[in-house]
């Protein structure tokens, strides 16, 4: 059994994931549209080109995505984070400093009395990640 975070997000998740492998080093998967997909038909013509269903795939690990469907507004994301293991402190630094780019922290990465980094911030998109390093490889 495997539980996968889904992010659904309001008209940027193109972007997001785009920005998400970049930052991560992550793999990103196929970007599916809504456009041509059954049960679509009658959405708005500036809806059809956004996101569907895509993935970063980080280690045995899967985060997915989507844009929301117009008729299902999405609000924003409140009460979780993406929670990041890294295996470096030299990758927190790197993956915690792009993440964090035109977003805002909210705890600094730093050492922790369980990690030798670990830090919160919100990403440009509105998701929230804790970058979490144990110990350094």
Request: include cysteine.
């Given at each position: 059994m495997n539980v996968n975070p889904y992010l659904i997000?309001?008209?940027?998740?193109?972007?997001?994931?785009?920005?998400?492998?970049?930052?991560?080093?992550?793999?990103?998967?196929?970007?599916?549209?809504f456009d041509g997909a059954e049960g679509c038909e009658n959405m708005p013509a500036e809806?059809?080109?956004?996101?569907?269903?895509?993935?970063?795939?980080?280690g045995q690990t899967v985060l997915m995505g989507s844009d929301n469907h117009p008729d299902y507004p999405c609000e924003a994301i409140k009460g979780f984070s993406v929670s990041l293991s890294v295996d470096s402190i030299a990758d927190a630094e790197r993956i915690f400093a792009a993440l964090s780019d035109g977003g805002q922290v909210n705890m600094?990465?730093?050492?922790?009395?369980?990690?030798?980094?670990?830090?919160?911030?919100?990403?440009?998109?509105?998701?929230?990640?804790?970058?979490?390093c144990e110990k350094d490889a």
């Open positions: 997000l309001n008209g940027t998740c193109e972007a997001a994931f785009t920005f998400y492998a970049q930052a991560t080093g992550g793999t990103l998967g196929p970007m599916m549209r809806h059809r080109q956004k996101i569907m269903h895509t993935n970063i795939t980080f600094p990465l730093a050492q922790t009395f369980w990690a030798v980094r670990f830090g919160m911030l919100v990403d440009k998109f509105g998701v929230p990640w804790m970058i979490n």
